[in-house]
């Protein structure tokens, strides 16, 4: 079993960039696919970008595109998210989540990943 942290959240300026970490233990991370997906209040979780495990192979949310990478450090077993050009509209609750049973990760459903971290809050404000 693999257990997820995040961290890297915080309060920022529209235009602002953040990156976000998912470290994982127990288990080696480049084994799973690792999904980043957010939970604004009131909101669906939506998926913003993951990464594959096969071939780290990538994908991004329209809403992200051109302005979020995720990648992945298998010597500090950890996946990032760094966010560029941040808009009101990217503040929520980013996940990192985990499943070994996707060779090419997709964004269709949370109810894809098993393993889930324990959030961390992104605010976009001036």
């Known amino acids: 079993q693999v257990q997820l942290v995040e961290s890297g959240g915080g309060l920022v300026q529209p235009g602002g960039s953040l990156r976000l970490s998912c470290a994982a233990s127990?288990?080696?991370?480049?084994?799973?696919?690792i999904g980043w997906f957010r939970q604004a209040p009131g909101k669906e979780p939506e998926g913003v970008s993951c990464?594959?495990?096969?071939?780290?192979?990538?994908v991004y949310a329209d809403s992200v595109k051109g302005r979020f990478t995720i990648s992945r450090d298998n010597a500090k077993n950890t996946v990032y998210l760094q966010m560029n050009s941040l808009k009101p509209e990217d503040a929520a609750v980013y996940y990192c989540?985990?499943?070994?049973?996707?060779?090419?990760?997709?964004?269709?459903?949370?109810?894809?990943?098993?393993?889930w971290g324990q959030g961390t809050q992104v605010t976009v404000s001036s």
């Open positions: 127990g288990k080696r991370l480049d084994f799973y696919a």
């Open positions: 989540a985990a499943t070994g049973f996707l060779g090419r990760c997709r964004l269709r459903s949370p109810d894809d990943y098993e393993y």
């Open positions: 990464v594959s495990s096969s071939d780290d192979s990538t």
